[in-house]
């Protein structure tokens, strides 16, 4: 009766977060007029899928998911790469100013990235990199995500017992064998975690290719969603909504398949609670 009772509780409780998403799927098989009907449907009563057909015929819908697909993919694995060899760095290389060095690092999870967005504008600008994605993939590589990504694997290299790199070192591995050979292995959860959250966020970002892109062929799928327009300038909403269905689909598909993987690699991290 107690689990009934639990299990009741916890859907309760998700319907404030498993409504919208619901809502948006629904709606965007819904004509236009349906979506403002009063009252309002649940489930479409004359559904279509036109709102798909011009989600993917009014922009290049599937270049945008391709930007969107590599930037991330790319920026997660660069993301991954740096802050393994940054945090291992911190954990295990003992040096002047270490500690120091780390508490400048961490600094920068301190600064919106409004505050330097214009800056790194007018840089980008001077290198001619504007409406290219390099501005996204260097800004996301190396800022305030890489930041997290490095204290969390410095904090997983700090929990392997030093015994494991003594013994490797008596068999003549070098530092940067110890890393690749003996640390890199034990910390997979450590990197699903940092892969999942650099993913997540490199996927959803908006701020920065609204600021750095200007065609519509390099745009990516967050900066793509707001240009569902008619021709008086107002939004389409049940193609807007089909995009962004189509545009969670990775990151529902992560939430389902790597949340244990996720959960495991921050709490073998100490990032508890």
């Keep these: 009766m107690t689990r009934v009772l639990l299990i009741v509780l916890c859907a309760v409780i998700s319907i404030p977060f498993v409504f919208p998403t619901w809502w948006m ?4 098989f819904k004509p236009i007029n349906e979506i403002f009907a009063f009252p309002p449907t649940l489930l479409p009563q ?16 599937a270049l945008q998911y391709f930007n969107s697909m590599y930037i991330a993919i790319v920026v ?11 945090g291992y760095a911190f954990a295990r290389i003992r040096f002047p100013g270490a500690d ?7 600094a920068g999870l301190l600064v919106p990235s409004e505050v330097t967005i214009v800056p790194l504008f007018q840089m980008f600008n001077t290198l001619g990199l504007i409406n290219t994605h390099w501005p996204l993939l260097l800004v996301s590589t190396f800022g305030a995500p890489s930041v997290l990504a490095t204290f ?4 997983f290299f700090i929990t392997l017992p030093v015994e494991l790199e003594e013994a490797a070192t008596l068999d003549g591995l070098t530092r ?31 701020l920065e290719p609204t600021v750095y892109l200007q ?7 967050p900066q793509a969603l707001t240009r569902y327009t008619d021709a008086y300038g107002g939004q389409q909403w049940n193609v807007q909504l089909a995009a962004a269905t189509m545009t969670a689909v990775p990151v529902l598909i992560v939430f389902l398949f790597a949340q244990r993987q996720f959960v495991e690699g921050l709490s073998q991290t100490g990032l508890k609670g």
């Design 46 to 61: 004359n559904p279509t899928v036109q709102p798909y057909i011009d989600a993917v015929t009014l922009q290049p819908f």
């Design 100 to 106: 120091f060095l780390f508490l400048i690092v961490l």
């Design 76 to 86: 997660t694995a660069a993301t991954m790469l740096f802050s393994a060899m940054a």
């Design 152 to 155: 969390i694997m410095r904090q």
């Design 25 to 28: 799927i629904t709606s965007s």
């Design 176 to 206: 940067a064998g110890i890393w690749w050979r003996i640390s890199m292995p034990l910390a997979k959860s450590a990197l699903a975690a940092v892969a999942i959250f650099t993913f997540l966020h490199t996927w959803n970002l908006y």
């Design 215 to 221: 065609s519509p062929e390099l745009f990516t799928l």
